[in-house]
């Protein structure tokens, strides 16, 4: 009774989570159709774990829903997937028409739960609730063929289902990682704009991943296996509760390119594309060496890199160049991309900071322009070897013996 008691508190409270996550997400999508995807997501889940509430409180509704899990569970991974195009575009995302190849499974499982609307409840019922498929042995041989039919694409749907997710993990993870790479190009600071909540989900969704798709391989192939549902629920509530709380603080990266006035067109395309954009610029040497110039001014004499939120747009707008050329020459004359470029010049005032001054190593790495501790770290270390403790220490030491 008091396990019966724990398992619908958890089954409802994610059911709250989801429906109040998903009821924002639909408003804000109006404005941002980014967060549509999760919504839909949040919903489908809800269609699959809703059960234990259901027999509760709505039992007439069991079966109907029971019969949409298969569709919803389909329609998880790609609306996840979608979502996380929607963070990591550079432009204002939005469903198309090439999104529609990836609703296809869903779509078959929807196809499979409509015609269950023709088999008979009372079937419907002993297949889904009771497991009794001896029931089939007293239908007319031509709904038992219909049945046999869709039970055997719904298993090959359900097998499918492991792929599909494995299919789209790796997608996550390859888009993460170019869009990190990517920021580089466009943003001094990158701590805010990298998403990592989401890769800590998707390690925990992995795992899940690895053992739902372990149990429905050795529950329809082998042998069956129970796993504890209120575990189960408390697992689905925690990760659902991670969700809802970065999903719904979480910004697109490139949101502040959006709303640029700059034209859309001037973001920089993706760095596979740089080449091909380098020869259509026709950036002669001389131009380059013009634009490093007033990169280096605005440097040396302007101290744009003390700007903490620094873009490769803001500095396109000092000093009246496109983006693209700015680029370019970060690249092909410098050498650096603009991260890495901006953050040279931090470090190096810094390092005469650490000289001069007393102030401690969070107020210097706020004064030159990074946003974190641990990012300021990151960068000293790369550019000196050392920590800037350690650099500090150094200098000191240096000044005795001298």
Same mark, same amino acid.
């Given at each position: +009774?008091?396990? *019966?008691?724990?398992?619908?508190?958890?089954?409802?409270?994610?059911?709250?989570?989801?429906?109040?996550?998903? *009821?924002?997400?639909?408003?804000?999508?109006?404005?941002?159709?980014?967060?549509?995807?999760?919504?839909?997501?949040?919903? /489908?889940?809800?269609?699959?774990?809703?059960?234990?509430?259901?027999?509760?409180?709505?039992?007439?509704?069991?079966? !109907?829903?029971?019969?949409?899990?298969?569709?919803?569970?389909?329609?998880?991974?790609?609306?996840?997937?979608?979502?996380?195009?929607?963070?990591?575009?550079?432009?204002?995302?939005?469903?198309?028409?090439?999104?529609?190849?990836?609703?296809?499974?869903?779509?078959?499982?929807?196809?499979?739960?409509?015609?269950?609307?023709?088999?008979?409840?009372?079937?419907?019922?002993? %297949?889904?609730?009771?497991?009794?498929?001896?029931?089939?042995?007293?239908?007319?041989?031509?709904?038992?063929?219909? $049945?046999?039919? +869709?039970?055997?694409?719904?298993?090959?749907?359900?097998?499918?289902?492991?792929?599909?997710?494995?299919?789209?993990?790796?997608?996550?993870?390859?888009?993460?990682?170019?869009?990190?790479?990517?920021?580089?190009?466009?943003?001094?600071?990158?701590?805010?704009?990298?998403?990592?909540?989401?890769?800590?989900?998707?390690?925990?969704?992995?795992?899940?991943?690895?053992?739902?798709?372990?149990?429905?391989?050795?529950?329809?192939?082998?042998?069956?296996?129970?796993?504890?549902?209120?575990?189960?629920?408390?697992? $689905?509530?925690? +990760?659902?509760?991670?969700?809802?709380?970065?999903?719904?603080?979480?910004?697109?990266?490139?949101?502040?390119?959006?709303?640029?006035?700059?034209?859309?067109?001037?973001?920089?395309?993706?760095?596979?594309?740089?080449?091909?954009?380098?020869?259509?610029?026709?950036?002669?040497?001389?131009?380059?060496?013009?634009?490093?110039?007033?990169?280096?001014?605005? +440097?040396?004499?302007?101290?744009?890199?003390?700007? !903490?939120?620094?873009?490769?747009?803001?500095?396109?707008?000092?000093?009246?160049?496109?983006?693209?050329?700015?680029?370019?020459? %970060?690249?092909?004359?410098?050498?650096?991309?603009?991260?890495?470029?901006?953050?040279?010049?931090?470090?190096?005032?810094?390092?005469?900071?650490?000289?001069?001054?007393?102030?401690?190593?969070?107020?210097? /790495?706020?004064?030159?322009?990074?946003?974190?501790?641990?990012?300021?770290?990151? !960068?000293?270390?790369?550019?000196?070897?050392?920590?800037?403790?350690?650099?500090?220490?150094?200098?000191?030491?240096?000044?005795?013996?001298?």
């Amino acid at each position: +009774m008091i396990e *019966n008691s724990v398992l619908l508190a958890l089954n409802v409270s994610s059911l709250i989570v989801i429906a109040f996550s998903a *009821n924002l997400l639909v408003l804000r999508s109006f404005e941002r159709q980014t967060y549509l995807p999760l919504a839909i997501c949040f919903i /489908a889940i809800a269609v699959i774990m809703c059960q234990p509430t259901l027999a509760v409180f709505f039992p007439a509704l069991q079966n !109907a829903l029971l019969i949409l899990a298969l569709p919803a569970m389909l329609l998880i991974s790609p609306c996840f997937w979608f979502y996380v195009q929607g963070l990591t575009s550079e432009k204002p995302w939005r469903f198309s028409r090439k999104s529609l190849p990836h609703f296809m499974p869903a779509a078959l499982g929807m196809l499979i739960a409509l015609l269950t609307i023709i088999i008979p409840a009372d079937i419907i019922s002993a %297949l889904l609730v009771e497991g009794d498929d001896s029931v089939l042995t007293r239908s007319p041989i031509l709904l038992r063929y219909l $049945i046999y039919g +869709m039970l055997i694409i719904t298993f090959i749907l359900i097998l499918g289902w492991v792929l599909q997710s494995g299919f789209y993990f790796y997608k996550i993870i390859q888009r993460l990682n170019t869009y990190r790479q990517h920021l580089k190009d466009l943003f001094a600071s990158t701590e805010s704009k990298e998403i990592k909540w989401l890769s800590w989900l998707l390690f925990a969704v992995g795992t899940v991943w690895v053992t739902a798709a372990v149990y429905i391989v050795l529950d329809n192939l082998f042998y069956s296996i129970k796993i504890d549902p209120v575990w189960a629920n408390a697992v $689905i509530f925690v +990760m659902l509760w991670s969700v809802a709380i970065w999903g719904l603080r979480q910004k697109p990266g490139f949101e502040e390119l959006y709303e640029s006035k700059d034209d859309i067109r001037e973001v920089l395309e993706q760095e596979n594309n740089q080449q091909r954009k380098y020869q259509r610029s026709a950036l002669d040497e001389q131009q380059s060496t013009l634009i490093a110039a007033k990169i280096e001014k605005a +440097m040396h004499e302007d101290k744009i890199y003390l700007d !903490a939120s620094l873009s490769m747009q803001k500095l396109a707008k000092h000093i009246f160049t496109s983006p693209n050329y700015i680029s370019q020459t %970060l690249n092909e004359t410098l050498g650096m991309n603009f991260f890495d470029y901006v953050n040279k010049y931090r470090v190096d005032a810094a390092k005469r900071m650490l000289e001069q001054s007393n102030d401690t190593v969070l107020d210097i /790495a706020m004064c030159v322009g990074f946003n974190a501790k641990s990012s300021f770290y990151t !960068a000293f270390k790369k550019e000196t070897e050392q920590t800037p403790s350690q650099y500090r220490k150094q200098v000191k030491l240096n000044k005795v013996q001298a």
